[in-house]
């Protein structure tokens, strides 16, 4: 038996649906009570013959697949996050899951204007209030493709002068979803290239960038130093590999602003960024080392 719904404080356009220990949140545009069933069971989207495993790994675990709701095809992303320990699920009963802080971050960026992949549902599987499902279901933006991708398959082959500034005015308007962000005090913990999908505009216009991965996403005001040199440390970390030197000053350029002016603070800027990512990436062959020495593989 459904229940009857109620409002959501974070996304008030949501409402809630209860099928047996499932707990489910959707919005009302998706508000079919044959979907609503399906997502009682989410793990069976992923053995559905469409779908295709975009991610597995230990923590979670990422599908791709259409579903029908009410009549109409839709493309969407599932993403499970695995309770794996006995521990966590003992936290659980006290904290918020994956798909709520997912839900909560997406309601976050949409009162700041910040385009997301669109938010579907968030349902959670509980017993005796001890978490034993969880999992957040998006829907597929269509034409996107994440900003790695994109520069090194799409823009980066562009020659000429055309190719030249394509690429500059990327850089300029990615670099304003971080001056967004940042100045409106949004903090996304995983904001690397993977978690930024840009969207072609034509050839005169710059890309539309939507955000992933949003359970990591909170409002701190204000917003720490450290914080923005993280964000700007993880996007140097995996889209930064990919470009020239001068292509991270035109970003860095169009981040700062007229700060870029000062050469004192930009250089400061600059390392303390370099820096950053270099003690992450020793960290992270360290935590691999000891990984294989217990024989299980870093993922």
């Known amino acids: ?20 220990d499932a707990l ?4 009302p545009a998706f508000l079919d009570p044959a979907f609503v069933t399906r997502l009682a069971e989410p793990d069976q989207f992923f053995r559905d013959p469409g779908c295709e495993i975009v991610k597995d790994q230990k923590k979670i675990k990422v599908g ?39 839900l ?10 910040i385009q997301t992949a669109k938010p579907v549902a968030a349902v959670e599987r509980r017993v005796r209030g001890v978490l034993t499902g969880s999992f957040f279901i998006s829907e597929e933006v269509a034409g996107g493709a994440t900003v ?25 308007a990615l670099a304003g979803l971080f001056h967004r962000l940042h100045e409106q005090s949004i903090y ?31 409002s701190r005001s204000p917003l720490s130093e450290r914080r923005r040199i993280k964000n700007l440390m993880q996007l140097e970390r995996t889209l930064g590999r990919h470009l020239r030197p001068v ?3 035109v970003f860095l350029k169009s981040y700062l602003g007229v700060s870029f002016a000062d050469r ?23 935590a691999e080392r000891a990984d294989q020495a217990k024989g299980s593989p870093r993922v």
């Not at 489910?24 to 919005?27: A, D, V």
Request: proline share 3%; charged share 30%; no cysteine.
């Open 1 to 20: 038996m459904l229940a009857v719904h109620r409002r959501l404080a974070v996304l008030p356009e949501f409402v809630e649906r209860r099928v047996g």
């Open 24 to 27: 489910i949140r959707l919005h």
């Open 64 to 102: 791709r697949l259409t579903v029908t709701i009410a009549g109409s095809p839709l493309s969407v992303y599932v993403k499970r996050y695995n309770a794996f320990s006995m521990r966590y699920k003992v936290v659980s009963t006290f904290v918020r899951s994956g798909a709520r802080r997912a």
């Open 104 to 113: 909560s971050g997406a309601a976050i960026l949409s009162s700041k204007n």
């Open 148 to 172: 790695d991708v994109y520069w090194r398959e799409t823009l980066r082959p562009i020659a000429g002068k055309g190719g030249f500034w394509r690429r500059r005015r990327f850089l300029g």
């Open 188 to 218: 996304h913990d995983d904001l690397k290239d993977a978690n930024i999908l840009a969207v072609p505009n034509g050839v005169e216009a710059a890309e539309s960038f939507f955000l992933l991965d949003f359970e990591g996403v909170r």
């Open 247 to 249: 292509d991270r000053l």
């Open 264 to 286: 004192r603070f930009r250089r400061k800027q600059v390392n303390t960024i370099l820096a950053t990512a270099r003690r992450v990436d020793r960290a992270n062959v360290r």
